[in-house]
């Protein structure tokens, strides 16, 4: 059965989009089949997948506000098992349209609900916001990652993030679980990187992954090409950090199928 995990930290900036497409372009290439959700009104993970979202016949404001079907709505990347449910610019108006339909938080997880099978792995890129977007993926998914960039205030906001998520399980999705923090934006030559990582690890305890993201600036070029890191740079360190932050995370993941942990 597939899962349906969401990127999010309301904080922008924070790595959500970087990892996203890099997770889902490295768990592809290891032949897992991923749909991406890119629900964040900028669509940065759709252009960073090289995908135009202004000519795409159908985005993500289709399938929330006018029932457009989930399958309409999937297009093809450039690389196989990856596929893409692509944002558009109306959707920073969809907040508001939401507000007064039928089902308002639950409209993507009736959607997603429908090929959530297809999948091995669905992953949502939520904006940096609380609003009802970020409500309508929380309530879509299994569990929540949480990207978190190795610089000052790491923490803050993160305890107004974990009272969201506790909102969501008791009202919305009983079941949320948290996938697991994974730190960004890592610089090995400075105090404070190292410093944010005790911090992070202190207050997530066993919730943190091991593999931590380097601040790689490929990683940042990438995606002006449309192209994720495996493609623009195979042998960066940035390629070689998500490539095994995607391998840490299906050994986790294939513990907890055989209820190791
Ligand atoms: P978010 O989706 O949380 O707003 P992004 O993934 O878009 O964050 O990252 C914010 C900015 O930092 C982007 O310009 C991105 O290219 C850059 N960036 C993200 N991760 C890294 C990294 N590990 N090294 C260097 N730059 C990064
Ligand atoms: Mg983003």
């Known amino acids: 059965m597939g899962k349906v995990i969401a990127i999010f930290n309301q ?9 996203n497409v890099n997770l889902s372009a490295c768990l592809a290439a290891k032949g897992k089949k991923i749909l991406v959700v890119d629900i964040d009104p900028q669509g940065n993970t759709t252009s960073g997948f090289g995908i135009d979202k202004n000519t795409v016949p159908f985005s993500m404001y289709d399938l929330l506000i006018d029932n457009v079907d989930i399958y309409q709505c999937i297009v093809n990347t ?57 409500i309508n993926s929380l309530t879509a998914v299994d569990s929540v990652m949480i ?9 803050e906001g993160v305890s107004q993030l974990m009272n969201t ?10 079941k949320l679980e948290i996938q697991g923090v994974v ?19 202190k207050y997530f305890k066993g919730n943190v992954y091991t593999t931590i993201i380097p601040r790689n600036v490929r990683l940042a070029e990438a ?12 042998k960066c360190k940035g390629a070689e950090a ?20």
């Open 242 to 261: 998500y490539s095994e932050f995607a391998d840490e995370f299906l050994y986790l993941e294939e513990d907890i199928n055989e209820g190791v942990i």
């Open 78 to 134: 450039s690389r196989e098992n990856l596929f893409v449910i692509p944002s558009s610019v109306q959707l920073a108006g969809a907040e508001i349209e939401l507000t007064g339909m039928e089902n308002r938080e639950k409209r993507l997880k009736n959607a997603i609900d429908k090929v959530k099978d297809d999948y091995d792995y669905i992953f949502i890129d939520c904006p940096p916001s609380l609003g009802l977007l970020t």
């Open 11 to 19: 904080k922008g900036g924070v790595g959500k989009t970087t990892t």
């Open 147 to 155: 990207p978190i960039q190795c610089e000052y205030y790491a923490l």
């Open 165 to 174: 998520i506790e909102l969501v399980r008791e009202n919305l999705n009983p």
């Open 183 to 201: 730190l960004s934006m890592f610089d090995g030559r400075t105090n404070l990187s190292i410093q944010v990582v005790d911090e992070v690890k």
């Open 223 to 234: 995606p002006s090409y449309g192209q994720s890191i495996i493609e623009y740079d195979p």
